[in-house]
């Protein structure tokens, strides 16, 4: 399977974002998978932002809660982040992943990563 994540590079603060990824491969209905959205700012740790699995149920990470919503669309095999009210302390490089657990691990399978600037 291979995932590859799409959007806006520059978002104006206060706007929503909108990512998508693209699932090939395989399908994201298949029993098991959790279908992850994470971001790593520019000198800092990854961070691991909600999910969503098979069923369609989600997880989000609570400090990030109120402002994402994560959906798949199952007929063109692709999930989608919303983060918004968006600030610049939001630049980072987004990735999508695909893992048996909530959060995905190093060695589960991931997207190579989209920027999201966010400014004025």
């Known amino acids: 399977v291979q995932l590859q994540e799409s959007g806006p590079g520059l978002v104006n603060p206060s706007q929503t974002v909108s990512l998508t990824c693209t699932v090939s491969?395989?399908?994201?209905?298949?029993?098991?998978?959790?279908w992850s959205w994470m971001r790593q700012p520019l000198g800092k740790r990854l961070e691991w932002m909600g999910a969503?699995?098979?069923?369609?149920?989600?997880d989000y990470n609570p400090s990030l809660k109120s402002r994402t919503s994560i959906s798949m669309d199952t007929s063109k095999n692709q999930f989608t982040l919303q983060l918004s009210s968006v600030t610049p302390e939001d630049t980072a490089v987004y990735y999508c992943?695909?893992?048996?657990?909530?959060?995905?691990?190093?060695?589960?399978?991931w997207g190579p990563g989209t920027q999201v600037t966010v400014s004025s």
């Open positions: 491969g395989g399908s994201i209905t298949t029993n098991y998978y959790y």
């Open positions: 992943a695909r893992a048996a657990t909530v959060v995905p691990g190093p060695d589960d399978v």
């Open positions: 969503i699995a098979w069923s369609g149920s989600t």
